[in-house]
């Protein structure tokens, strides 16, 4: 009985640890997966700059919800259309580009939020799937970019 209450405590202790980890991760490294910062900036800048680089890669602009978010929309390839749509209905890429300001610094971190989205622009259809691990990752190029434009434009 000591036995299963040792291997309990063990698997509890294994699982939890990694948890307190990340409450306590400071804003200047936490994002996750994709995630940058951009140093001495505003969230106007940061979002002209998201605004002119996503295009390059065949994003359009779906909402921008200053000062904390800014989404971009892209159709999607076959697999997704195969994985997540139906016939007739395909899917779109959405990225959401969240914008935290890091406190006591003119500093912000960009984490992407990706989702994929059946009937995209349709009022009261559309509906979101979030993604998760390297669909965020495969932004960081993107990022990287929106916070060479963005960094030093300073504070408001």
């Known amino acids: ?48 700059a998201a605004q002119s680089v996503f295009p390059n890669y065949g994003y359009t602009l779906h909402n921008a919800h200053a000062p ?3 989404s971009f929309d892209q159709a999607s390839n076959k697999v997704a259309n195969v994985m997540w749509g139906s016939y007739g209905n395909p899917q779109t890429l959405r990225v959401k580009v969240q914008i935290t300001r890091i406190p006591g610094t003119n500093n912000y971190r960009l984490a992407p939020k990706v989702y994929t989205v059946s009937d995209a622009g349709e009022a ?18 993107i990022f990287r970019q929106i916070a060479s434009q963005a960094s030093g434009a300073g504070s408001y």
């Open 1 to 48: 009985m000591k036995l299963i209450h040792r291997t309990s405590l063990f698997f509890a202790l294994a699982l939890l640890l990694p948890l307190a980890g990340c409450l306590v991760t400071p804003v200047s490294e936490s994002g996750g997966t994709g995630s940058v910062t951009v140093t001495n900036s505003n969230p106007d800048a940061i979002i002209a």
């Open 68 to 70: 904390t978010s800014v």
């Open 124 to 141: 009261g259809f559309e509906s979101k799937r979030p993604l998760i691990g390297l669909w965020n990752s495969q932004f960081s190029p």
